[in-house]
């Protein structure tokens, strides 16, 4: 990439991440709530995306493969976007009494979950998640060996239990997940697989590519399968709490939202990843990596905001402005290795 390109590339960024910030301050004048949502669901979007590329190179220094070559240069690049994008939990620390109502005592957790959820304790836990999320990060971009590989996973699947808890489960009383943490850790993976199919494999062999497109169904399905059964035990364990957190999601407006979701984010990429010629295809795995990712936001949406109500479809246009805001300020961040 020549100079000129990294400024123009630089320019187009910088104009995006003003627009961004300049749609984010006007929703947040007009409707407070939504544009914490928003902003929550976009952050959380975008660093899944960063982190789970992290994820995904220790998983490859682990296990090998030609896979990997598919996924050059983008996986380390999205990557080392990880500690500019993990300062936007600043953000969601500003907007923690909107966010959480456990804040301000309410809730059914009673005098054991207020152990958990204080806001001492949940402060700590988010700046350690970052941390070692941004370690793990660093690590991964210079390559390291198996050993360190093992233990930045192992530190991943204790923080990926934590953050789902503390940023995503705990905005809701009363409900409460087994299989959420192992969800969202899944997401991110999958997210990591369907970006660079997104930007283009052109540059890796055909078997390569097949390979690549059969970790990205493998991510899929593991969603698709977590989000299922959570879904099915919630509803034949018939509890309130568990009942009232799906009919804030699905019912009105959401139900539309939650099929489009489905059908757009999950089907229709199956659909095309399930047929081996297409998952060696650079348009197919175009397509599918998008559809992937639109579903993996929408899901992250869906989740942070109960959209049976109306006014919450707010937070929609706040989740893209912001994740267009962290896009731009990750690309910046990475300028040198995005022009090298």
Known sequence: MTVR????????????????VAGLVLLAMADPLAAARGWLAGWVFAL??????????????LTGGRWRLAGDPWLGIAAAATPALALGGAVVFAARDLLYPWINGAGPWG???????????????????????????????RRAGPVVAAV?????????????VDWLLSLAPGFTSTDFAAMLAITQ?????ALPA????????????????????????????????????????DLPGKAAWYLARNR???LPFIWAMVLLGAVAPLAILVRSAWRGSVPALRVAGALVLAGAA????????????????????????????????????????WAS
């Open 48 to 61: 899944s995306v960063a982190t789970g590329s992290a994820v995904v190179i220790h998983i490859h220094t």
């Open 252 to 254: 009105g407006p959401g």
């Open 5 to 20: 390109a990294v400024r123009r590339t630089a320019l187009g960024s910088g104009l995006v991440a003003l627009a961004s």
């Open 198 to 237: 997104v930007l283009g494999l052109s540059g890796a062999d055909g078997q390569a590519r097949s390979d690549w497109g059969a970790l990205l169904l493998t991510g899929l399905l593991g969603v698709v399968y977590l989000a299922g059964m959570q879904f099915l035990v919630s509803w034949s364990g």
């Open 189 to 193: 993976i999958a997210c990591a697989f």
């Open 298 to 337: 929408a899901h992250t949406v869906w989740i942070v905001a109960p959209l049976s109500d109306p006014a919450a479809f707010g937070a929609i246009p706040a989740a893209l402005l912001a994740a267009a805001l962290l896009a731009s300020l990750g690309r910046l961040a990475v300028g040198p290795r």
């Open 152 to 164: 930045a996973l192992v530190l991943y699947g204790v923080t990926i239990s934590v953050a789902g």
């Open 111 to 141: 005098e054991v979950g207020a152990l958990w959820l204080n806001m001492p304790f949940w402060t700590l836990r988010l700046v350690l998640i970052l941390a070692v999320w941004a370690g793990i990060a660093l690590v991964a971009m």
